[in-house]
């Protein structure tokens, strides 16, 4: 098993729920987008190095990521913004790409944006509502790996349409603008089998390792997942890349150090703390467990995760429904008591 090579890294994911019951502090979509830019803030306060967010349509969680990181990367200097990740099935590729670099450009290139074929949604073929319809014979995959390309092209400055004489005064081709210089180094691709990381590294993109795995061999998902990371770096020098890629993964991770933590997470203690395996879309998935316990032991079990300790980048799941402040206290909690043993530090 090879192991990162980058500075570990630790940031939060945020689904963005909102939902007007007893306990919620996010009751609204202003309440869950509001909130995510102050837990961006607090963060970065903190040391923490990553503001993520997931992307889910026609759902009460965030949808919309470009405004929402642009106005996190306005109100912060250092921590990295990003997705985990977008459904390239729903995008525009060159209206993203103008939407992308905007973003990274507010922020001072601090991007890291994770794209994928999509997950399950609430909505049937949701996709084509929004216009995109796969060719004959091609899939919904197909189709967001052919957005993908497109995208890609464009950010890093291909030409994609003539020039109009009477407006340029020439002939020639343009680009899409603003670009934002570093960009297509930042992209992610979310994998969820061995295969798709090793298409991943030939197209020279970092890798998002899912939280669900669509292949399930039996063993731990800690370890199929270190070997989808291991097959994605073979490949990867197979490719030639010069640069070196960058690797993540997500966990759900709760230390209980107050009463507080208890109430909320103390009986889920028992029965999250292990692997899920179950059918999804007709394939059997495996799905990995949560970390919540005391904070020493959740820590001994972290640093023995295969995945973790393959990857430089660690994406902590936030319970966002509990707001601003309890979260603040969850991520100092793991960044004092449990982020040490996989070998990260304060950036701050």
């Known amino acids: 098993m090879t192991t990162a090579t980058h500075r570990k890294r630790i940031g939060f994911l945020s689904f963005g729920h909102w939902q007007a019951i007893p306990g919620s502090q996010s009751r609204t979509a202003a309440d869950a987008l509001l909130q995510t830019i102050d837990l961006a803030v607090g963060a970065e306060e903190l040391g923490i190095d990553g503001a993520y967010v997931r992307v889910h349509h026609f759902a009460p969680q965030l949808a919309s990521p470009f405004p929402l990181l642009a106005a996190v990367g306005a109100r912060t200097s250092r921590i ?162 010069e640069r070196e890629p960058r690797v993540s993964v997500s966990r759900s991770v709760i230390p209980l150090v107050s009463d507080l933590d208890r109430r909320y997470f103390g009986a889920s203690a028992a029965v999250e703390g292990h692997d899920q395996v179950g059918l999804l879309e007709g394939v059997r998935a495996r799905f990995g467990k949560s970390y919540t316990g005391e904070p020493d032991v959740i820590a001994d079990e972290l640093a023995k995760d295969a995945a973790v300790r393959a990857a430089d980048s660690l994406l902590l799941t936030v319970p966002n429904q509990l707001g601003v402040e309890y979260n603040l206290h969850l991520l100092q909690s793991i960044a004092e008591y449990v982020a040490p043993a996989i070998g990260w530090s304060s950036a701050v």
């Open 80 to 241: 990295e913004i990003g997705t985990a990740v977008i459904d390239m099935r729903y995008e525009n590729p060159l209206y993203m790409a103008e939407e992308a670099a905007a973003a990274d450009l507010i922020s001072g290139g601090r991007l890291q944006l994770g794209i994928s074929r999509g997950s399950p949604e609430p909505a049937l073929h949701g996709y084509e509502s929004f216009g995109y319809v796969p060719g004959e014979g091609q899939s919904d995959a197909d189709m967001a790996r052919a957005h993908t390309e497109v995208f890609r092209a464009a950010i890093g400055g291909a030409p994609v349409v003539r020039a109009n004489p009477r407006m340029t005064g020439a002939e020639g081709v343009l680009d899409v603008q603003p670009q934002s210089p570093g960009l297509p180094d930042r992209i992610w691709w979310g994998s969820g089998t061995r295969g798709t990381a090793r298409w991943t590294a030939e197209q020279g993109m970092n890798l998002m390792s899912s939280t669900l795995l669509t292949e399930d061999t039996g063993v731990p998902f800690d370890e199929l997942q270190a070997e989808q990371i291991d097959v994605y770096r073979e490949a990867w020098k197979e490719a030639g890349w």
